[in-house]
């Protein structure tokens, strides 16, 4: 289907994602938030897509919210609500995506665009990306799932630090800090990403799955619940065929070709 606010491509098992409002840095609009949440059943009812790449269209990721649609009238408390409530939704779906997500960040990830990208599984950085948490900047608390996402990644006082200071920070020291996988020159971004992209897709779509599945669950539960699902799962794994191709594979020094039963 056609879109508004992205562009969907299809190539092999890669499907790309890319915000497409330059013209806003990418800010994501009411239409933006509702057509997310499209295309990702879109993604996922593609079996042929197996991973899924998250950018933006002219040389930056996304700039949080749309700051002249806020400016252009005092919203009630309901209606903020409503907004962030769209964009949970987004949200929720995005982090618990059944197949594997990568952020390709160029220029600027800031606010809710930060955090989009803290929703995907990877983010490879060019090395002209720039990150940040501004929310205080114009008055606003985080949102974005951010309050929730950063300090699983870079920790609590370093995601306490970002929010509170609203400080912009360059690739190099997303990647010393742990907010990002790799930080890679700007012409070579995709290259990367898509090398990236297509080893993870080489893998089981299925181990894929419960896989991420089960490390997503593994942040929130104790080690006997992560166990249970570990032996729940590996259950349904040994059981497969994709895991009597792996083992005919490893022992015929062949790469195996896996497909997800």
Known sequence: MGYQTLISERDGGIATITLNRPQALNALDLVMRRELASVLDEVEADEAARVMILTGAGGNFCAGGDVKTMRARRHTAAEGRARVESLNRMVLRLVDFPKPTIAMVDGYAVGAGSNLALCCDLIVASDRARFGELFWKIGLVPDGGGTWLLSRVVGLARAKELIFTADVIDATEAARIGLVNRVVPATELMATTRALAEKIAAGSPAV??????????????????????????????????????????????????????
């Open 208 to 261: 894929l799955k419960m896989a991420k599945h089960m490390v997503n669950r593994a942040a929130t539960s104790d080690l006997a619940a992560a166990l249970d699902l570990e032996a729940f799962s590996q259950g349904i794994a040994i059981s497969s065929e994709d895991h009597q191709e792996g083992l005919a594979a490893f022992f015929e020094k062949r790469p195996a070709k896996f497909t997800g039963r």
